[in-house]
C-alpha cells in the first residue's frame, strides 16, 4: 500500500492485515522502553492545514514507537499565510526527507490530489480531508469494536454487529469512513441524524438511515458512536437549534439506560460535553473513548510500517 487516502476503496484483506498488526503493535505500549526500530532511518511529516489533538499527536507517538524521525507542520504560523501552495510546501518538505507524510486540510480530495500529483514521491496518509474521509479514525475505531467482541480478534472481522451513528452526518468525515469500513467488515450501520444534517444521496449509502434516535435505540445496537455538530463546516446560521439537537440527539444518561448492558459508547473526540453526549456517559464503563485514543497509537503504528514496506 503506497498511500492510504480513505476506506472507500480498502479492500477486506487489507483492512484485516492492518487492523492485525495494530493488535500485535498494541502490545508496545506496554513494554519497558515502548520502542521498536521498524522504522529507524524513516521520516514522517505531519503537514496539518486544520487543527488536531487525536490524530496529530497519535501520529507523532506511532512513528516514535517505531524510531522515525518526525517533522511537523501546522499552517498556523507557516509561510502558507505568504501564499506558498502546497504543491511548494509538499515538495520543500520532502527535499527536507520526508518519506512519509500525513496529511490534515479542509479541502475534500486533497490528499488523492497529493498522492497522485506526481509533485511527490512520498507515500501519503489521509489525516481527515474536508467532509471526505477520515481512514485512520474509521481503522482505529474498528480495532476498538474488535477488542470489545472478540478474545482474540485477529483474522476476524465485524459480521454480525451493529453500530448506529450519530449527529452531524453531512459535514462528517468519520462517518462516511466508519460506513465504508464497517460495511466491508460485514458490520450494519444506522445513521441518524436531523434530515437538515444528513447528506444529499446518502439514501445511496450502504447503511439505513433515520432522523428519530429514540426509535434507532430501540434496535439494542452493539455501539452507538456520537459526532460533534461541525459547526467549523456550516456556512451561515446553524442549520437546527441547539435547543432542538441536544433533546434530540445527544446520548443523555436517559438514552444511555436504554442501550443494552454490553453496548459501547464511543466517540471520536473532540466532544462537547453535554451537547451531543452526557458528561456522566463519556465518563461510564461503557465508554470506550479512551480506548479508542489509545487504539489509536497501534493503528498508526501498523500504517505507516505497511507504508514504509511499500516503498519503492
Ligand atoms: N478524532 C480526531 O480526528 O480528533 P482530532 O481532530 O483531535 O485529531
Do not use: C
Not at 479492500?11 to 484485516?16: E, F, G, N, R
Not at 511537523?72 to 504560523?77: E, L
Not at 452493539?222 to 459547526?231: F, G, I, S, Y
Amino acid at each position: 500500500m503506497k498511500h492510504l487516502l480513505g476506506t472507500q476503496d480498502l479492500s477486506k484483506d487489507d483492512a484485516l492485515r492492518l487492523l492485525d498488526t495494530a493488535y500485535e503493535f498494541s502490545a508496545v505500549a506496554h513494554r519497558h522502553v515502548p520502542k521498536l526500530p521498524t522504522l529507524r532511518g524513516a521520516t514522517m511529516v505531519n503537514l496539518f492545514f486544520e487543527d488536531s489533538t487525536r490524530t496529530r499527536l497519535s501520529f507523532e507517538a506511532a512513528a516514535k514507537r517505531l524510531s522515525a524521525d518526525v517533522m511537523t507542520f501546522q499552517a498556523a504560523g507557516s509561510s502558507v499565510s505568504k501564499g506558498e501552495s502546497l504543491k511548494d510546501t509538499a515538495q520543500t518538505v520532502e527535499a527536507m526527507g520526508a518519506d512519509i507524510i500525513v496529511m490534515r486540510h479542509f479541502s475534500s480530495g486533497a490528499a488523492a490530489r497529493l498522492a497522485h500529483s506526481g509533485w511527490i514521491q512520498a507515500g501519503v496518509i489521509n489525516a481527515g480531508d474536508g467532509t471526505h474521509e477520515h481512514p485512520t479514525q474509521a481503522l482505529l475505531d474498528a480495532a476498538t469494536l474488535r477488542d470489545a467482541v472478540q478474545d482474540d480478534p485477529r483474522g476476524k472481522d465485524l459480521a454480525g454487529l451493529h453500530v448506529v451513528i450519530v449527529g452531524d452526518i453531512a459535514h462528517s468525515r468519520v462517518a462516511r469512513s466508519n460506513m465504508w469500513l464497517l460495511n466491508t467488515l460485514g458490520a450494519k450501520v444506522t445513521l441518524v441524524g436531523p434530515a437538515e444534517l444528513l447528506p444529499e444521496g446518502v439514501a445511496d449509502w450502504p447503511a439505513e438511515v433515520m432522523s428519530d434516535f429514540d426509535a434507532a435505540l430501540d434496535s439494542q445496537p452493539d455501539a452507538v458512536m456520537m459526532l460533534r455538530m461541525q459547526n467549523e463546516r456550516q456556512e451561515g446560521a446553524p442549520r437546527v437549534s441547539l435547543t432542538h439537537y441536544v433533546r434530540d440527539y445527544s446520548l443523555s444518561s436517559a438514552r444511555a439506560a436504554r442501550l443494552s448492558t454490553h453496548a459501547l459508547v464511543m466517540h471520536p473526540g473532540p466532544m462537547n460535553r453535554g451537547v451531543e453526549i452526557a458528561s456522566s456517559v463519556a465518563d461510564s464503563a461503557q465508554s470506550v473513548i479512551l480506548d479508542q485514543v489509545r487504539n489509536g497509537v497501534s493503528m498508526r503504528m501498523a500504517v505507516l510500517y505497511e507504508l514504509w514496506g511499500a516503498r519503492s
